[in-house]
């Protein structure tokens, strides 16, 4: 199991690394977790470049097949129409949170760069 920068959790064998902790992963699948329910994309082969992973564990497969408690599997689509709408939702507080912010006479982010 690998976890990244950018929140993504893939699942997957193996079968290379080096120094720089790139990794090569087969038979991958991304595992989404939304609310209570996941589900599993599957992605193939995989290389994962060093500077991304934030974490690498191995996954007992006996537990894996167990679901904890409170999450139920389903759909890919169920889970992207999930996670499309929380996404679209965490932008419109950004921007409130940002109009709010601006009226107090805070920058915006990138907002004192000018292109000379």
């Known amino acids: 199991m690998v976890s990244l920068r950018d929140g993504r959790k893939l699942i997957g064998v193996l079968r290379s690394w080096d120094q720089f902790a790139n990794l090569v992963l087969q038979d991958t699948v991304e595992r989404i977790f939304i609310q209570r329910v996941f589900a ?22 006996d537990k894996d097949d167990d679901i904890p408690e409170p999450f139920e599997k389903t759909s890919a689509e169920t889970v992207l129409a999930l996670q ?33």
Do not use: C, M, W, Y
């Not at 709408?85 to 760069?113: T, V």
């Open 40 to 61: 599993d994309i599957p992605r193939g082969v995989f290389l994962v470049r060093g500077e991304n992973v934030l974490l690498l564990g191995e996954i007992d497969l």
């Open 84 to 116: 499309k709408k929380e996404h679209e939702s965490r932008k419109k507080s950004d921007k409130r949170r940002l109009e709010k912010l601006q009226a107090l006479g805070f920058e915006g982010e990138n907002a004192g760069e000018t292109l000379l």
